[in-house]
């Protein structure tokens, strides 16, 4: 298939986005998958080593006519208004992954895996769901507000019951039906408010996913870790991210939220504690 990557980031975040494209260098780069770039206020000489790097740049719009959000919005959050439009931005591919900036790859198959899963179902995402992950009555009470927020009391209700899909790690083909309806749920939640709501692209994904009950593969949590849900564990060497429960089963894909900076106590199956940052080294310059 004619696939792409793409991520985004500003200048704040080009040292994450760096670190994103040097670790699928041995992977998905070798195999010639193209790379596309949200440019959401990237510096020159960002602009300039991405060009060299072979990246398509795209700086979007709102995507949406909503003057008024725009001028309430970060502008970095135009990378959430431009998710759901992704075909445009970057026409012509069959298969569309997308990688939040905060990500980075530890094992290639994980790209492979979301392809593969995406051709089958159109779309594949990965719930925040896990063993480990902890699940207390404020995160519950926070995903219900997200709903609240977005749709009336009654979809609220019932769509808390399902497993959050996070859209910061996706694979869809071009075709797939979740983009029409992101877009439309999208589109309705900006008009209905008159303030800027950080994750309200993610819960327009969750409403038109599970509203249309559109098929959609679920991927394991490896392939989308979330170090703010639970932190991960390290092998005895030192060397690689696993499961921080038995059987300690290597990560795929390493999602930094919460987890962007500083040196983190993790700990091996022998219960030795480890002091390691979790980012990726940035590209060679």
Same mark, same amino acid.
Request: net charge negative; proline share 8%; with cysteine.
């Given at each position: ?8 980031? &500003? ?27 949200? &440019? ?53 591919? &069959? ?172 700990? &091996? ?17």
């Amino acid at each position: 298939m004619n696939t792409i990557i793409i991520s985004g980031a &500003d200048a704040a975040y080009w040292p994450l986005l760096s670190g994103l494209l040097h670790s699928i260098e041995q992977g998905a780069r070798k195999e010639g998958i193209a790379v596309g770039i949200l &440019d959401l206020g990237l510096a020159p000489e960002h602009r300039d080593r991405l060009r060299s790097y072979g990246a398509i740049v795209v700086e979007p719009g709102w995507d949406y006519p909503v003057a008024h959000f725009s001028k309430l919005a970060p502008t970095a959050f135009r990378a959430m208004t431009a998710r759901p439009h992704l075909p445009r931005h970057f026409p012509g591919y &069959d298969m569309y992954i997308w990688l939040d900036a905060d990500c980075w790859v530890q094992d290639p198959q994980a790209i492979a895996l979301l392809a593969a899963a995406a051709s089958r179902k159109k779309f594949a995402i990965v719930p925040e769901v896990h063993r480990s992950y902890f699940t207390l009555a404020p995160y519950v009470q926070w995903l219900h507000d997200c709903y609240r927020r977005c749709y009336d009391d009654k979809a609220a209700n019932w769509l808390v019951y399902y497993p959050l899909l996070n859209c910061g790690v996706f694979a869809a083909t071009g075709d797939a039906p979740q983009w029409a309806k992101w877009q439309e749920h999208l589109g309705r939640i900006i008009k209905r408010h008159d303030e800027f709501f950080f994750f309200a692209e993610q819960t327009a994904l969750n409403g038109a996913i599970r509203e249309g009950e559109l098929a959609t593969a679920l991927l394991p949590a490896h392939c989308n870790w979330m170090c703010n849900r639970a932190m991960p564990g390290i092998d005895p060497e030192g060397n690689i991210y696993v499961e921080p429960e038995p059987p300690y089963l290597p990560l795929s894909i390493i999602h930094l939220a919460a987890a962007k900076s500083g040196v983190w106590p993790l700990l &091996d199956q022998t219960g030795k504690t480890h002091m390691r940052t979790l980012t990726y080294p940035p590209l060679p310059m």
